[in-house]
């Protein structure tokens, strides 16, 4: 099973190319964690979705460490990669979201696999949810749900995609909220509409860590070029995030999407600041034996 990694940002927030910032002891970054953990979940390929001007030092560091463990292969995200008849809008300068950068690996998917951010650490469970529930369920959706209290930084505002779920563990909606953060008063709130709006810590929110089919390919493919339409008078900062491409996919084909909710506190590098929260975690995980000293040896 195929693990997607969409590495092709440059964390414009973090300040620089934050997917190959050492965290591990032995110049790990958080993309050899996250592929250790989905390989000992199941999963024997990754494909790093990232920006063709960075394959060599993609290459030279992670590619090298792992390509004796798992199948690694790359795609290229490229803004100037339109549907057949299209050219790039004068303006546009950044990538055209999440969901483009799924496509972008298109011709690399056999099967079902996962898609993930290359800046968060989600943990083995995560991987594990995903692989055995597509492993048993051909076709099949799904997503590791986190706890929002689970997923904020001390040092900013987070974006999550809060879901609405039915008794069944499926998911009914995504509402896509920017700038959440716990307040002063201890309460967690989003900034909409000039002022913070209360929202229940407890709720279940996407991380972008989703199990989807092969299908799927097909259908964000169709939805990329319904988006560059429905946008067409403004083109230059419009974004095709994969949670609208999986809703819209859900939509199209009558099917559920699966949530796989999780326990695990999310690590990530949003900011600068976050980083070394990250490197306490690992060395906390090496010294109780989740992870070894030399993750690769």
């Given at each position: 099973?195929?693990?997607?990694?969409?590495?092709?940002?440059?964390g414009s927030?973090?300040?620089g190319?934050?997917q190959?910032?050492?965290?591990?002891?032995?110049?790990?970054?958080?993309l050899?964690?996250?592929?250790?953990d989905?390989?000992?979940?199941?999963?024997?390929?990754v494909?790093?979705i990232?920006?063709?001007e960075?394959?060599d030092?993609?290459?030279?560091?992670?590619?090298?460490?792992?390509?004796?463990?798992?199948?690694?292969q790359?795609a290229?995200?490229?803004i100037?990669?339109?549907?057949?008849?299209?050219?790039?809008?004068?303006?546009?300068?950044?990538?055209w979201?999440t969901?483009?950068?799924?496509?972008?690996?298109?011709d690399?998917i056999?099967?079902?696999?996962a898609?993930?951010?290359a800046?968060d650490?989600?943990?083995?469970?995560?991987?594990?949810l995903?692989?055995?529930?597509?492993?048993?369920?051909?076709?099949a959706?799904?997503?590791?749900?986190?706890?929002?209290?689970?997923?904020?930084?001390?040092?900013?505002?987070?974006?999550?995609?809060?879901?609405?779920?039915?008794?069944?563990?499926?998911?009914?909606?995504?509402?896509?909220?920017?700038?959440?953060k716990?307040?002063e008063?201890?309460?967690?709130?989003?900034?909409?509409?000039?002022?913070?709006n209360p929202?229940?810590?407890?709720?279940?929110?996407?991380m972008?860590?989703?199990?989807?089919?092969?299908?799927?390919?097909?259908?964000?493919?169709?939805?990329?070029?319904?988006?560059?339409?429905?946008?067409?008078?403004?083109?230059?900062?419009c974004?095709?995030y994969?949670?609208?491409?999986?809703s819209?996919?859900?939509s199209?084909?009558?099917?559920?999407?699966k949530?796989?909710?999780?326990g695990?506190?999310?690590?990530?590098?949003?900011?600068?600041?976050?980083?070394?929260?990250v490197?306490?975690?690992?060395?906390?995980?090496?010294?109780?034996?989740?992870?070894?000293?030399?993750?690769?040896?």
């Open positions: 099973m195929t693990l997607l990694v969409m590495a092709a940002g440059m927030r973090y300040g190319l934050k190959l910032d050492p965290i591990g002891p032995n110049g790990e970054f958080i050899d964690y996250t592929a250790y989905a390989m000992k979940a199941g999963f024997d390929k494909v790093f990232i920006k063709r960075n394959l030092i993609f290459r030279e560091t992670i590619g090298n460490r792992i390509s004796g463990k798992l199948d690694v790359y290229f995200q490229d100037a990669n339109l549907p057949d008849g299209m050219s790039l809008p004068e303006g546009r300068v950044k990538q979201g969901a483009h950068a799924v496509l972008s690996a298109k690399l056999k099967g079902s696999f898609a993930v951010n800046d650490l989600y943990g083995f469970e995560s991987f594990r995903l692989h055995d529930y597509m492993k048993a369920n051909d076709s959706v799904c997503m590791s749900g986190f706890v929002l209290k689970n997923t904020l930084t001390e040092n900013g505002t987070v974006s999550r995609g809060e879901c609405s779920v039915d008794s069944d563990g499926m998911l009914t909606n995504i509402r896509e909220l920017t700038k959440i716990r307040l008063d201890g309460n967690t709130a989003f900034f909409k509409d000039d002022r913070w929202i229940d810590e407890n709720s279940i929110v996407s972008n860590c989703w199990g989807l089919p092969e299908e799927f390919m097909s259908y964000a493919e169709c939805g990329f070029r319904d988006f560059l339409k429905e946008n067409s008078a403004d083109l230059t900062k974004e095709y994969l949670p609208n491409a999986v819209n996919y859900l199209a084909t009558g099917k559920c999407a949530v796989l909710r999780t695990a506190k999310w690590y990530g590098v949003t900011y600068k600041e976050d980083r070394q929260t490197v306490d975690y690992i060395r906390c995980c090496i010294e109780s034996g989740v992870y070894p000293e030399n993750l690769w040896k």
